[in-house]
């Protein structure tokens, strides 16, 4: 009985200590960010295109880079979505949950969720040459699609997991259809869960860099077009920070304060629509 006391106590000082280790890490890039980010912040800077002189510190703004981040992670949410919901409901509903093919299935979606995505970038980039597609707005929603597919497809298929198989029986055994049983039964049971999928799909399609890099460009200019090119704040801070002028450096700062206060507002969302569901639906 002590040596399991002792091993209790040992595990909760590392639990504790591995908590605020991370919170102290997080308090720290957080802190960066706004202490050298807030000052540089102003209502110009959101709502106006780089001017002249703009990457020498001097007058405008990001909101091309804001309005490119907003379209390739809307578009490619919405694209990524039709091709996620079949699949976990195939898998889960069409296929028994747990037998070789949907582990298979779901190791194949692991492998590709672990993938850098400066290689969906890579790969996006030499099917661009082959298919004679030019950097634009359209190339960046399809390869950032790609790259969120695994992304919803696994957040979805844990949420789908969790659903009583006597829920699903109870359904067919009715009358049922399969496919009435999965997107009036599984779907409405699980839909906080997928809410957050796409949320948490969104949140990465809008933060990333790499993929993105050889595929839409950069312009100073808000897209009027699918095929013109497209800035994204990623892109934007990392153009900015590498400058070695200070107030350019600042607005780089500035930018990653817009970008994690949009995270941080995608994941408030997702939590308030998840507890609300909830509440209703019990």
């Given amino acids: 009985m002590q040596g399991k006391f002792i091993e209790e106590k040992i595990f909760k000082v590392l639990m504790v200590f591995s908590t605020l280790l991370i919170i102290i890490a997080?308090?720290?890039?957080?802190?960066?960010?706004?202490?050298?980010?807030?000052?540089?912040?102003?209502?110009?800077?959101?709502?106006?295109t780089p001017k002249g002189g703009f990457y020498l510190g001097k007058s405008g703004g990001i909101l091309n880079a804001i309005a490119g981040s907003f379209y390739i992670?809307?578009?490619?949410?919405?694209?990524?979505?039709?091709?996620?919901?079949?699949?976990?409901?195939?898998?889960?509903?069409?296929r028994k949950k747990f037998s070789k093919y949907s582990n298979f299935v779901r190791l194949c979606l692991d492998v590709?969720?672990?993938?850098?995505?400066?290689?969906?970038?890579?790969l996006g980039f030499s099917l661009m040459l082959i298919i004679g597609l030019k950097t634009s707005l359209l190339a960046g929603i399809l390869i950032v699609t790609i790259l969120i597919i695994p992304v919803m497809i696994r957040a979805m298929d844990e949420v789908m997991k969790t659903v009583p198989k006597g829920l699903v029986e109870a359904s067919l055994a009715l009358g049922a259809t399969k496919a009435e049983t999965a997107l009036k039964v599984v779907v409405k049971q699980t839909l906080p869960g997928i809410v957050t999928a796409i949320l948490i799909s969104f949140g990465r399609a809008i933060g990333d860099a790499a993929s993105v890099m050889y595929t839409t460009g950069f312009t100073d200019n808000v897209p009027e077009s699918i095929m013109n090119q497209a800035a994204t704040l990623p892109l934007a801070i990392l153009n900015l920070v590498s400058s070695p002028i200070k107030e350019v450096q600042a607005k780089a700062y500035a930018s990653a304060l817009v970008l994690t206060i949009i995270i941080l507002a995608l994941s408030i969302a997702s939590r308030m629509l998840t507890k609300k569901y909830t509440k209703n639906k019990l």
């Fill in 26 to 48: 997080l308090g720290t890039i957080l802190g960066s960010i706004v202490v050298k980010g807030l000052p540089a912040l102003s209502w110009e800077m959101l709502s106006q």
């Fill in 112 to 122: 590709l969720w672990g993938v850098p995505s400066i290689v969906y970038g890579a």
């Fill in 73 to 94: 992670a809307i578009g490619s949410t919405f694209f990524a979505l039709f091709v996620s919901i079949p699949v976990a409901l195939y898998i889960n509903i069409y």
